[in-house]
Each structure stands twice: as C-alpha cells, then as structure tokens.
C-alpha cells in the first residue's frame, strides 16, 4: 500500500516513520514557496529526545526516515527532482 503524507515538519515525519515501520510506501510532501536546499531539512533533535531514544532502547537512526531526494512541483505544474541525502 501507498500513503500521501502532507506536510513534513515533525507530525508528517512522525507518521511516515510509523506508516514504514507498518510496511507501507510512505512519501511526504512539504510546500515551500522556494527551494529549500539551503535550509536543509530544519529539524533538530533536542537533547531530551535524544535522552528518551536512549531510555527506550532506541538510537535516532532506527526512527528516521531516510531522504535521498527531493521532488518539487511547481506551480505552472513542471516538476523537479534533486539528490539531496
């Protein structure tokens, strides 16, 4: 099964870990009105995230999901895709 995550900040990044984790192919999808490359993805882990990972026997690469590329869709409707790991 597919999903269609809309939005990627910490809600969207969080659903498509569990929808993975399920076994499904889950793709997120964030509107910018740029591109975001010199922003890179934005999300810090604080501390007491890292201390809950640890305390659950977990390390932030077990709950991540990987990005190996960035799609966008503009608004004339052409779309573009970049490596971005």
């Given at each position: 099964m597919?999903?269609?995550?809309i939005g990627g900040f910490v809600a969207g990044l969080a659903?498509?870990?569990?929808?993975?984790?399920?076994?499904?192919?889950?793709r997120v999808f964030e509107r910018s009105p740029g591109t975001m490359e010199a922003r890179g993805a934005?999300?810090?882990?604080?501390?007491?995230?890292?201390?809950?990972?640890?305390?659950?026997?977990l390390t932030?690469?077990?709950?991540?999901?990987e990005?190996?590329?960035?799609q966008q869709l503009h608004r004339n409707g052409k779309a573009t895709s970049y490596f971005a790991p």
């Open positions: 597919n999903a269609v995550i659903t498509a870990h569990e929808l993975r984790w399920a076994g499904l192919d889950a934005g999300k810090v882990m604080q501390h007491e995230v890292e201390e809950l990972l640890r305390r659950l026997g932030a690469e077990q709950v991540s999901v990005l190996l590329e960035r």
